[in-house]
């Protein structure tokens, strides 16, 4: 998934978990917790892949094993803070860039490069791209054009939610 998508992505799986949970939309500081939780597999494999220190982009982030670790520490920290809230969020933001990173191989049939979900463990090729999903009155239709629905959706939602996160106070 595009990287610019995640953050939306994280958004709205956290609007659910707080239509859900306690009845409403968003409040502020959660939301953005979410938001940027979303983004931190790319933003901490991305640079690493690029610097040659790990052989593809996705690798200790992306990995469940990473993830454990990050949300494991998120939590704790939240919980010890007094603001457990905020480490659901980090959670639910930061799993959603996992579980968002799925569907897009399986639609392709690309089942190899899923093995960033056990990386170390197993191997994880070279990310192929943009996914070509079939063609529609002779138009390709790739995985651009649902992230695109899912960037309309999640901002049109975020908007009628308040655009919660916009304006947080910490304390």
């Known amino acids: 998934m595009n990287p610019a998508v995640h953050p939306v992505v994280g958004y709205l799986c956290y609007a659910v978990y707080a239509r859900l949970h306690h009845g409403?939309?968003?409040?502020?500081?959660?939301?953005?917790?979410?938001?940027?939780?979303?983004?931190?597999?790319?933003?901490?494999?991305?640079?690493?892949?690029?610097?040659?220190?790990?052989?593809?982009?996705?690798?200790?982030?992306?990995?469940?094993?990473?993830?454990a670790i990050a949300v494991t520490i998120a939590v704790a920290v939240a919980r010890r803070r007094g603001r457990p809230e905020?480490?659901?969020?980090?959670?639910?933001?930061?799993?959603?860039?996992?579980?968002?990173?799925?569907?897009?191989?399986?639609?392709?049939?690309?089942?190899?490069?899923?093995?960033?979900?056990?990386?170390?463990?197993?191997?994880?090729?070279?990310?192929s791209g943009v996914k070509v999903l079939g063609e529609v009155g002779g138009v390709t239709v790739t995985t651009l054009w649902l992230e695109a629905g899912i960037v309309v959706v999640g901002v049109a939602v975020w908007v009628r939610d308040g655009m919660p996160g916009l304006r947080v106070r910490w304390w």
């Open 24 to 67: 409403r939309t968003p409040e502020g500081a959660p939301a953005l917790v979410a938001i940027v939780a979303a983004a931190i597999p790319d933003l901490i494999d991305q640079p690493l892949w690029l610097l040659g220190v790990t052989p593809v982009g996705r690798t200790i982030a992306h990995s469940l094993f990473g993830a």
């Open 86 to 127: 905020l480490g659901i969020a980090f959670a639910v933001g930061y799993l959603s860039h996992l579980a968002a990173d799925v569907p897009w191989h399986l639609l392709a049939g690309d089942y190899a490069e899923l093995g960033f979900l056990l990386w170390p463990i197993t191997h994880m090729p070279p990310y």
